[in-house]
T-cell receptor, first 111, second 114 residues
């Protein structure tokens, strides 16, 4: 069974600081997704990482994938309040078409 | 381009009843998948349909079923509702290109079982 672990699960950080969210998964997969969810809202796609060494950046967020280590990171640079949300990573099963989600990282950015 | 549309937005049912949720994918998307989100279990995969065929199914009891129509719209049915079925049910449609793949999620149906 594919397991996806995120850490930390809760993160409170000050505006302007940098931090990294980690996503480990237990079996081989070469597709990793990052999503954002605001309270009471649906999931918004942030990044799709499709190969080893993939790095994608959008604004203050940067995601990377190391398939050999079965690890993805979501790096936050100079956090702002608008980034407060829950961030999920998800991995496709080897059979495809089904995502296994981590528990999510609840991020709060404070002044 | 319209997004993924889920109806209804909210539902309140009682134990033992059944419920049907609807999902219309983004135009041109042929893959539709369903997920259950609860505070305790998080996001869990239910099933995925492509061209009216179920391609993958998650670890849920047979009370949970679904189908997809020729226009790619999908429905999910839960029979004999239990309190634990209270959740946000999310539908997603998949866009696949040569270089990328993306899931677009709808706003969800919030089901409360009393």
């Amino acid at each position: 069974e594919l397991k996806v672990e995120q850490n930390p699960l809760f993160l409170s950080m000050q505006e302007g600081k940098n931090y990294t969210i980690y996503c480990n998964y237990s079996t081989t997969s070469d597709r990793l997704y990052w999503y954002r969810q605001d309270p009471g809202k649906s999931l918004e796609s942030l990044f799709v990482l499709l190969s080893n060494g993939a790095v994608k950046q959008e604004g203050r967020l940067m995601a990377s994938l190391d398939t050999k280590a079965r690890l993805s990171t979501l790096h936050i640079t100079a956090a702002v309040h608008d980034l407060s949300a829950t961030y999920f990573c998800a991995v496709d099963t080897n059979s495809g078409y089904a995502l296994n989600f981590g528990k999510g990282t609840s991020l709060l950015v404070t002044p | 381009k319209a997004g993924v549309t889920q109806t209804p937005r909210y539902l309140i049912k009682t134990r033992g009843q059944q419920v049907t949720l609807s999902c219309s994918p983004i135009s041109g998307h042929r893959s539709v998948s369903w997920y259950q989100q609860t505070p305790g279990q998080g996001l869990q995969f239910l099933f995925e349909y492509f061209s009216e065929t179920q391609r993958n199914k998650g670890n849920f009891p047979g009370r949970f079923s679904g189908r997809q129509f020729s226009n790619s719209r999908s429905e999910m049915n839960v029979s004999t509702l239990e309190l634990g079925d209270s959740a946000l049910y999310l539908c997603a449609s998949r866009q696949t290109t040569v270089t990328n793949e993306k899931l677009f999620f709808g706003s969800g149906t919030q089901l409360s079982v009393l």
